[in-house]
């Protein structure tokens, strides 16, 4: 199987801004996918810190990081979600992500500590 990993809003905002974690997260760009959603909260947080939306979503397309459209499948996985992510805060952005890499069975890049407290039979990999 090939290898894939899933960035999290959190990791792709990390790489864009040169912090910390960018390294790792720039190491795994060949192989990786970002869904859609988080997309979208990307250029949310980027236009929300005062960028052109067009601008923005240069620097998001620059990346060269494919995306990866919010499926029926991914929904359901998401919805599912709620229960176990319910206590630690997640958004439906937080689940749209571990959706699609339960989907592609693939290591998700997050920020997010909390997220390695989530029993889920996919690996979360903590960049800073």
């Not at 052109?52 to 979600?81: M, T, Y």
Request: hydrophobic share 50%; proline share 2%.
């Amino acid at each position: 199987m090939d290898r894939i990993a899933v960035l999290d809003a959190s990791a792709f905002m990390a790489l864009l801004r040169g912090e910390a974690g960018a390294d790792t997260v720039a190491g795994c760009l060949p192989w990786a996918v970002i869904g859609a959603v988080n997309q979208a909260e990307v250029l949310t947080k980027l236009v929300s810190a005062g960028m052109e939306a067009q601008v923005a979503w240069w620097h998001i397309a620059e990346i060269k990081c494919e995306s990866v459209p919010f499926d029926e499948n991914q929904a359901r996985i998401a919805g599912g979600l709620v229960k176990i992510t319910r206590l630690y805060g997640l958004s439906l952005g937080d689940r749209a992500c571990l959706a699609l890499a339960i989907q592609r069975r693939a290591t998700v890049y997050t920020t997010d500590r909390v997220w390695k407290n989530l029993a889920l039979d996919i690996e979360i990999q903590v960049i800073r």
